[in-house]
């Protein structure tokens, strides 16, 4: 996990160097995904552009696995977003708790008063998933439907 960790934030630095410098170094970004994908040590695909241009577009490690079998990742691969969502959502609460237009208190009834116990949640709880509702992940009609 900390190795995975380290790979994502040299990912994101190396990124960011080449997204704001004059001219992206391809080939210094496609040896550190070489390495990523040689050492298995990264899925997804990275694409850079400027003005509605794209300047540099990598793929690597799998799109799917199941099993034995390992569909190679591609620029067009879609990927589902799962449980990155979860940090834009908590991002963008912090946010309109910053411009004072909601709180940790907040109940989810003001927003959404026919669930169950609406009153009861609060934005805090559902941040910290302690809301008590129902994981629909767990639900054992989910993998039928979730493709």
């Known amino acids: 996990m900390r190795k995975m960790t380290i790979a994502l934030l040299l990912l994101t630095a190396l990124s960011g160097v080449a997204v704001f410098a004059q001219n992206i170094d391809k080939p210094r970004l496609d040896s550190f995904f070489d390495i990523l994908s040689e ?17 540099y577009n990598r793929a ?3 799109s799917s696995i199941s ?8 620029r067009d691969t879609k990927y589902r977003i799962g449980s990155i969502s979860k940090m834009f959502t908590a991002v963008m609460i912090f946010q309109l708790m910053e411009e004072g237009k909601i709180k940790l208190t907040t109940k989810l009834s003001g927003y959404f008063p026919n669930i169950p116990n609406a009153e009861k949640i609060t934005i805090g709880n559902l941040l910290s998933h302690r809301s008590g509702l129902h994981n629909f992940t767990d639900d054992t009609a989910y993998l039928r439907w979730m493709t």
């Open 39 to 55: 050492k298995n040590k990264a899925m997804g695909s990275v694409a850079i552009s400027k003005n509605g241009s794209i300047l």
């Open 60 to 62: 690597i490690g799998y």
């Open 67 to 74: 099993g034995n079998e390992k569909d190679a990742a591609t």
